[in-house]
């Protein structure tokens, strides 16, 4: 959804000008939502062919990258681009391949600048004996959930704030008088 309206912003309704075809989004397998804004993607894939295979660089450098900057864009028009709200914005994006999972972090520490911090490649063994790998990947998981309740905590926070203020300033009623006096002194204006 975040990526529709990035990629379908300049179009306009017919008139003048033929309507163009709306742009299909970039797609996730999986969306993390709550109400209309997203926080977090996920991409998967059948199998693991390594970390230079053809799938992975793809997914987790070009794809899911893209994915998560549409999202802060939605995310920053929605508070209005505040920079102190913005720089508080975390997103997540879980990409697996077969057994392995991989966590990519979006966050913005400058005015113009996405930046993407991707942990380790952890492995889901299907060994019983080797447990603790597996609970890696549950501590990872657990740990994206608590980022992403940050960040819609602040986007919250500021809509909160946001309908306040709209409610106090709809309270301030400025009067005007709809009616002249009648009886006004009119100047003369000299003709020279």
């Known amino acids: 959804m975040a990526s529709s309206k990035c990629k379908n912003s300049k179009r306009v309704i017919q008139g003048v000008i033929k309507t163009t075809r709306k742009a299909i989004e970039r797609k996730g397998d ?20 390594g970390d ?8 987790r450098g070009l794809k899911s990258s893209k994915i998560l900057k549409d999202m802060i864009v939605d995310l920053g028009n929605y508070v209005k681009w505040e920079i ?3 720089r508080q914005f975390e997103l ?4 697996h391949a077969g057994l392995y999972m991989i966590l990519l972090r979006m966050d913005v520490p400058a005015e113009y600048i996405c930046r993407v911090t991707r942990s380790d490649t952890l492995q889901i063994l299907t ?7 597996a609970l890696k990947c549950l501590v990872l998981t657990w740990k994206s959930k608590a980022i992403i309740c940050k960040t819609i905590n602040v986007v919250e926070e500021m809509c909160d704030d946001d309908i306040l203020e709209d409610l106090q300033g709809a309270s301030t009623r400025i009067t005007i008088s709809s ?3 009648y009886h006004t002194s009119r100047r003369k204006i000299p003709l020279s």
């Open 30 to 49: 999986l969306i993390l939502r709550k109400e209309s804004y997203e926080y977090g993607t996920s991409k998967v894939g059948k199998d693991y062919e």
């Open 52 to 59: 230079n295979g053809s799938k992975l660089p793809k997914e």
């Open 84 to 86: 102190n709200k913005l």
């Open 92 to 95: 997540v994006s879980f990409i």
């Open 127 to 133: 060994n019983v004996n080797q447990f603790e790998k």
């Open 179 to 181: 009616f002249s006096s």
